[in-house]
């Protein structure tokens, strides 16, 4: 599994904006230059995560961002997909495993159609607020396997 920018700084942003927002819009220049990500990225995501309802905007003064719904409500794979984050290890899009023609790639593709599933079951089950109330604990045993790029 590949994790992009966009997933990652969507998710960085929204834990900004959710651990602000209480009482007032938030501006995504005061999100840019507290998290070190661009103003016109951020407005791509956000027009995104708009769309998707996780967000609301508002015009005027006092406007900028906020959160849509409760942050307990707002699943992580909710995020990821509104952003066009692929979760799925053997994805048809370029994927190693659209071409299988022996039986030892079919068996194969096996065991990562299962990881992508446990892996999707992982952050479906985790909220928005789990990150923002600092709820999670590292795996000290498991190594670091997920690739951060640009694409």
């Not at 999100?31 to 027009?47: G, T």
């Not at 923002?132 to 690739?147: G, H, I, K, M, R």
Request: net charge positive.
């Amino acid at each position: 599994m590949k994790l992009n920018t966009q997933g990652r700084y969507a998710l960085i942003a929204l834990v900004d904006l959710s651990s602000r927002s209480s009482s007032k819009n938030i501006s995504l220049s005061s999100i840019s230059a507290r998290q070190n990500i661009s103003l016109p990225y951020l407005e791509q995501l956000f027009l995104k995560l708009r769309k998707a309802g996780i967000v609301k905007s508002f015009r005027g003064s006092s406007g900028g961002y906020t959160i849509a719904k409760s942050p307990d409500l707002i699943r992580i794979t909710e995020i990821l997909k509104a952003v066009d984050q692929d979760l799925d290890l053997g994805s048809e899009k370029g994927s190693i495993f659209n071409k299988s023609k022996t039986k030892e790639d079919i068996l194969s593709s096996k065991m990562w159609e299962q990881l992508s599933a446990n892996i999707y079951v992982f952050l479906h089950q985790m909220r928005l607020s789990d990150i923002t109330a600092d709820q999670l604990n590292p795996c000290p045993a498991v190594p670091n396997f997920v690739t951060i790029s640009d694409n």
